[in-house]
Nanobody
Framework: QVQLVESGGGSVQAGGSLRLSCAAS????????MGWFRQAPGKEREGVAA?????????ADSMKGRFTISRDNAKNKNTLYLRMNSLKPEDTAMYYC????????????????????WGQGTQVTVSS
């Protein structure tokens, strides 16, 4: 199993930027696909982006352009990142880190149902 802890959320004005981090611990020797999801109040949790163990990325169509997912697989680090630029009020949500054991491959998908392991989330609030 893997444990995930997000950080880096906060309040920012529209047009600003944030970088979220997700620290993975536990069975981090296994290859796994990692992803970011978000959930706004009253809405379903939606995929943002996913990244294979080799660094290949996939983005939900609506997230392309302003969001960049990356990961650091260095030994004893195992950290996932999400860089968010030109933030808009509609980006306000709880952001979740997730992982799936799939040989390190995400298959180009960012689907909630694919991921078995989840962090507790970090809140992002964008004011106009």
């Amino acid at each position: 199993q893997v444990q995930l802890v997000e950080s880096g959320g906060g309040s920012v004005q529209a047009g600003g930027s944030l970088r979220l981090s997700c620290a993975a611990s536990g069975d981090t020797d296994s290859n796994y696909c990692m992803g970011w999801f978000r959930q706004a109040p009253g809405k379903e949790r939606e995929g943002v982006a996913a990244i294979d163990s080799d660094g290949s990325t996939s983005y939900a169509d609506s997230m392309k352009g302003r969001f960049t997912i990356s990961r650091d697989n260095a030994k004893n680090k195992n950290t996932l990142y999400l860089r968010m630029n030109s933030l808009k009020p509609e980006d306000t949500a709880m952001y979740y880190c997730a992982a799936r054991f799939s040989g390190g491959v995400c298959y180009g998908r960012v689907l909630r149902s694919d991921f078995a392991y989840w962090g507790q989330g970090t809140q992002v609030t964008v004011s106009s």
